[in-house]
Every structure is written in structure tokens, then in C-alpha cells.
């Protein structure tokens, strides 16, 4: 661990988040999404948040902004609780320059909940930063609901 925290490559994600070149690091934010997604949809909370810098910030629809660790780790939490699964995550547009890249898209989530199941449905956009560790972690995350 760096820092106290686990970097993915030692979580089983080896070498998915150390990308150098342009569309390497368009296909590593690709590669992270679907892993992040998987975990998601396991109720993983542990995985989720190893996809997320320790000072990120996560905007949900409707919702108020979190900061931090354990703010999302709450937000995740009440997320799974409610019964937030089944997501697919498509991207529409990656953008990179530097140690930044930003990753657009669509998504859909059910949510199962008193005996039924909805589904959301909207649009979501997440900066993904690379760590001093050579990792590409979430700084930003925010979606909204069509």
C-alpha cells in the first residue's frame, strides 16, 4: 500500500491503471470503467472505491456534492442499500491531455425496491486523474437523470 491505500495493480488490476500513451490511456479509462461497473453491480464497495482518489468528488443527480473517501463510501453505501445494480456504463467521448482525461457517456442502472425495480437512466461524466503512483483514479464524478 501507498499511502495507506491500495493501489489497484496490487488489488488484482495489475498494470490496468499506468497508461502512457494517447489511445493507451483512452483504452485504460475504457478498461477501468468496465472494472469499476463490475464492481458496482457486485455491491462491491471495497472495489468501487479503489477507483477513486482519496480527494475526489462525486456529484449525483439531484443530490449533494461528497468529498472525500468516506463521503463516497457513504454515498456508495446508501447506493447499494437502496438497491442500485445492473449498470452499464457506455462511453460516448474520452479526452485526455497530461495526467488528465475526462470520460463522457450514458448510462443505466436498476434500482430494486419495494418488490419492484425501476430503472435510471442519464448521463454521466468523470475526470480521471493519474495518481503520483502512475495510476489513473476518479477526481470527479457527477451524472444526471434524463
Known amino acids: 500500500m501507498k499511502g495507506g491505500k491500495l493501489m489497484l495493480s496490487q488489488s488484482g488490476y495489475s498494470d490496468l491503471g499506468t497508461a502512457s500513451s ?4 483512452s483504452e485504460q479509462i475504457k478498461r477501468l470503467r ?7 453491480n457486485a455491491r462491491d464497495l471495497e472495489s468501487s472505491l479503489l477507483f477513486y482518489a482519496d480527494d475526489a468528488v462525486v456529484l449525483p443527480s439531484n443530490g449533494i456534492a461528497v468529498r ?3 463521503a463516497i463510501r457513504d454515498l456508495l453505501k446508501s447506493m447499494f442499500d437502496a438497491g442500485h445494480s445492473q ?3 457506455e462511453q460516448s467521448q474520452i479526452e485526455y491531455a497530461g495526467n488528465m482525461a475526462v470520460e463522457v457517456g450514458d448510462y443505466k442502472v436498476v434500482i430494486h425496491a419495494d418488490g419492484g425495480a425501476r430503472q435510471d437512466t442519464g448521463r454521466y461524466m468523470a475526470t480521471w486523474r493519474r495518481q503520483q503512483d502512475g495510476e489513473f483514479r476518479i477526481t470527479v464524478n457527477v451524472w444526471s437523470t434524463y
Open 34 to 40: 468496465k472494472l469499476w461497473a463490475e464492481a458496482f
Open 87 to 89: 449498470g452499464r456504463f
Open 22 to 25: 494517447g489511445n493507451a490511456i
Open 68 to 70: 472525500g473517501a468516506e
